[in-house]
């Protein structure tokens, strides 16, 4: 196939798959998901550093070619960008993406319109995508975002694929050299364009595949979280009984039932509204004083359910006695309803005690702390 069909074949897949993400990003994601946009503009200048070629502009074009390989400097810059923000990684990218890209944009405008020749052209290419492309790979590495590894790994290929092929280019650009004229360069030289496709597809593939796994797991995430609180829910609850209570197995395992005292009443003299800042305000209190390792759940209006995995009578009891003496020395600074406080029963699992036995045991514990006169725990 020759350069100029080549040519219009990428820049038309370019514009399409660039337009794709940029409408996704704007009209489905509504502007939320950063990078999508920058990937999008990259995929989009890739295209356009390709499009000359298809409309017969030659190397004579001084101006043209630099404004061509500026073009691709700059995607790949933008590339960069795209990767980094959309996997959460060091800002440091931001700032040496700006200098390649600057360093790169220099060069093609010293090899253009100075000292003209497609050979140097192609060297800097070569040496701007295959570090870009590093870098690219550092990002997604590094990048804090707890994406789909899939996904992950096929960006990777995309980026070594890249470092492959114009590390190649470059070394047989350097020792052998390259035709004047574009329109008549040898097959591996013709062979960038293919690989600009692959590029170009594969990073939409990835793009669309990583905020595909990503709404999923936040759909997920929704079905087993309390909106108010934040707090796992009793779907959460549910799933989650099964791999830390087995019956048969003896564990050190405890459960917290946990109470807001008085809690219509503060409905009825402050309102709804205050009443759900007490809620929330408790659910902090819970991820507060609870360890990393502890699930912490909102069973019901207001009632709270605590598990403590590898957790002991005598721990369990000192992890209540932190909530109970934060939630009543503390929530009169910090709440306008005034001071409230909690009764919370506790309890270890047996050897025997399926889901229900446990949870029925620290609802009679719990029980047993409102007939006490609330604001107190109460073991079983």
């Not at 196939?1 to 399409?16: E, G, R």
């Amino acid at each position: 196939m020759d350069v100029h069909t080549l040519a219009i074949y990428t820049s038309l897949l370019a514009a399409t798959v660039a337009s794709a993400m940029l409408l996704t990003h704007k009209y489905i994601l509504a502007g939320t998901t950063l990078g999508v946009n920058y990937i999008a503009y990259a995929a989009l200048l890739l295209g356009a550093s390709v499009t000359p070629l298809s409309f017969g502009v030659t190397q004579s074009s001084e101006s043209i070619v630099f404004l061509s390989n500026g073009a691709y400097a700059t995607a790949f810059g933008l590339l960069l960008v795209g990767i980094t923000v959309l996997r959460g990684a060091s800002r440091s990218f931001l700032v040496i993406s700006i200098i390649i890209s600057s360093l790169g944009i220099s060069f093609f405008l010293y090899s253009a319109l100075i000292a003209p020749s497609v050979t140097s052209r192609i060297e800097a290419r070569s040496i701007l995508v295959v570090t870009i492309c590093i870098l690219a790979l550092c990002a997604n590495y590094s990048g804090e975002k707890h994406d789909n590894r899939e996904a992950k790994c096929l960006l990777n290929l995309t980026l070594l694929i890249n470092i492959l092929y114009m590390a190649i280019r470059g070394v047989l650009a350097h020792t052998k050299g390259t035709n004047s004229n574009y329109y008549l360069i040898s097959d591996i030289h013709k062979l960038s364009f293919v690989i600009m496709t692959i590029t170009i597809v594969s990073l939409a593939f990835s793009v669309f595949w990583i905020l595909t796994d990503r709404l999923l797991k936040q759909t997920y995430r929704s079905s087993i979280t309390d909106e108010q609180t934040g707090l796992y829910n009793r779907r959460g609850l549910a799933e989650l009984i099964p791999k830390l209570v087995q019956p048969g197995r003896e564990s050190d395992i405890s459960v917290l039932m946990a109470d807001l005292d008085h809690f219509k009443k503060i409905n009825d003299t402050y309102g709804h509204d205050k009443g759900d800042d007490v809620i929330k305000h408790f659910g902090q209190i819970l991820e507060d004083t609870c360890r990393t390792s502890d699930f912490c759940f909102r069973y019901g209006g207001e009632e709270f359910v605590v598990m403590l995995p590898r957790a002991n009578k005598i721990q369990a009891m000192q992890i209540a006695e932190r909530i109970r003496n934060h939630a009543k020395h503390n929530s009169n600074q910090e709440l306008s309803s005034g001071t409230y406080t909690v009764s919370i029963g506790v309890t270890q699992a047996l050897i025997n005690d399926d889901w229900n036995s446990l949870i029925k045991r620290a609802d009679n514990a719990l029980y047993d702390a409102k007939s006490q006169g609330r604001d107190c725990i109460v073991e079983r």
